[in-house]
C-alpha cells in the first residue's frame, strides 16, 4: 500500500472512531453573562441526586460478580470502595457525552446560548482539518456557572475526563504529573488537535478539577491543589456509604475554564487564521494564576491565540509517559505520520474534498 493510501486508510479509521468524541465550544460571541441566569442550582441538584444514586447502588453488593453485572442483589454491607467508584462513574462519567452535559444542553431548568457551527469561529474549518467538529458539528452551548461563562463540553470533561485523570494515576497513589501528560496527550491527539483542530487548555483546566472532585468523593489524599485534607462527599457509616457533604460546582468553576480567557492554540497556521478572521482576542489578564500555583504553567495560556508549541506534539508527550517505549525511532515514525497526514489533509482540502 502507498503511502498515500495508507494515511488515508488511517484518516478514514479516525473519523469513524472519533468523529463523535469531542466538542468545541465558541465563546467569541459576544455573550453577556448577564444574558444568562446561573445554571449552578439545577447543576448541584442534579449531581447530588445522581451521587444518591450511585449510593444505592454501591450499598448493594455481591463480592464473586463485577461491578456492572450487579443489578438487583441481596443487600450486604462492604463499603466497598471499587464499588463505589465504579457506581458514580456509572451515574456521572459517561464516555464520549458525559451525564451533565447532555443535562446541560437539554434541561429546561437551565439558561443557555446556542451558537451554529455555521454561526461560530470555527465556520471555515473543512472536514480534512477538523474531522469530528465538522462532521458532527458539535458546538457547546454557553453556560452560567457563578460568574464565569462555560462550554458544556466542560461538564463533561470535569466528570469523564476527571475520572481518566483519576486512574491514571490510579486513585493519586501516584504524582498528578501523569494525569497531566495523560490529558496533554488526549488533547493533542483524539479529543482536540488531530479531530478537531483545537488544543483547549480550558479542557484541561476542567480535566484537572475533575482529579480534584473524585478524589474528594473519599479523600485518600490531600487536594492537589490546596495540599490540604477537604471533607469528604462521601463517609462509610454502619458500614453503609452515605452523603457526607454537600457537592457544588462552585468550589471548582473559574474564569479559566472559559475559552475567551484561557484560549486554545491551534494544529496549523492555516486554522489560525481562520479563527482570526472573526476577531478571536484573549483575556488572559483574567486568569486565576494564584488559585493554580505551580500548575498554572500547565494549564494556562499567556500567548492568545497561536499555533500549537512543539513540545505538545504527540510524539513528545509520548517520550515524557513511557520513555522506554518511545525511542528516537518510535518518534520519528509518529512525527512522520503526523506531518504526512497533515499533507494528506491539505491536499484534500485544496482538493475541494466534500463531507463523506
Not at 468523529?19 to 439545577?42: K, N
Not at 451525564?99 to 469561529?121: N, T
Not at 494525569?179 to 484537572?208: K, M, P, R
Not at 525511532?329 to 491539505?346: A, Q, Y
Amino acid at each position: 500500500m502507498s503511502c498515500f493510501r495508507f494515511i488515508s486508510a488511517a484518516m478514514l479509521v479516525l473519523l469513524l472512531s472519533l468523529s463523535s468524541g469531542a466538542a468545541e465550544v465558541d465563546q467569541f460571541f459576544g455573550i453577556e453573562s448577564t444574558r444568562l441566569t446561573d445554571a449552578t442550582p439545577a447543576l448541584d441538584r442534579e449531581v447530588r441526586s445522581r451521587l444518591k444514586r450511585a449510593l444505592k447502588r454501591a450499598n448493594r453488593n455481591e463480592p464473586h460478580l463485577k461491578p456492572r453485572k450487579v443489578q438487583r442483589v441481596p443487600k450486604q454491607s462492604h463499603c466497598s470502595v471499587p464499588r463505589l467508584y465504579d457506581s458514580v462513574e456509572l451515574l456521572l462519567a459517561r464516555p464520549i457525552v458525559g451525564q451533565l452535559e447532555s443535562f446541560a444542553e437539554k434541561s429546561p431548568d437551565i439558561s443557555r446560548v446556542r451558537v451554529a457551527l455555521s454561526d461560530s469561529v470555527y465556520r471555515d474549518f473543512t472536514w480534512p482539518q477538523s474531522p469530528s467538529l465538522v462532521l458532527s458539528e458539535r458546538v457547546a452551548s454557553v453556560i452560567r456557572v457563578g460568574d464565569t461563562l462555560i462550554g458544556t463540553d466542560k461538564l463533561g470533561h470535569f466528570f469523564t475526563e476527571g475520572f481518566s485523570y483519576f486512574d491514571e494515576t490510579r486513585y493519586l497513589d501516584r504524582p498528578v504529573d501523569d494525569a497531566l501528560l495523560f490529558g496533554e496527550w488526549t488533547e493533542s491527539v483524539y479529543f482536540g488537535a488531530q479531530t478537531t483542530g483545537v488544543y483547549s487548555y480550558a479542557d484541561l483546566v476542567a480535566n484537572f478539577n475533575g482529579l480534584r472532585f473524585w478524589n474528594r468523593l473519599l479523600v485518600h489524599h490531600p487536594d492537589p491543589l490546596t495540599k490540604k485534607l477537604p471533607e469528604p462527599y462521601i463517609r462509610c457509616e454502619n458500614d453503609d456509604w452515605v452523603l457526607a457533604a454537600p457537592f457544588t460546582l462552585a468550589g471548582y468553576v473559574d474564569p479559566a475554564w472559559n475559552e475567551s480567557v484561557n484560549c486554545s492554540s491551534f494544529r496549523t497556521l492555516r486554522l489560525l487564521e481562520s479563527v482570526l478572521n472573526y476577531g478571536q482576542a484573549c483575556r488572559a489578564e483574567f486568569l486565576p494564576w494564584d488559585k493554580y500555583d505551580a500548575f498554572a504553567a500547565r494549564l494556562f495560556n499567556t500567548a492568545g491565540p497561536g499555533i500549537m508549541p512543539d513540545y505538545l506534539q504527540p510524539e513528545v508527550i509520548l517520550r515524557q509517559r513511557n520513555p522506554d517505549f518511545a525511542t528516537n525511532r518510535v518518534m520519528r515514525w509518529i512525527r512522520d505520520f503526523r506531518e504526512g497526514l497533515e499533507r494528506w489533509r491539505l491536499r484534500r482540502e485544496l482538493s475541494g474534498d466534500k463531507a463523506p
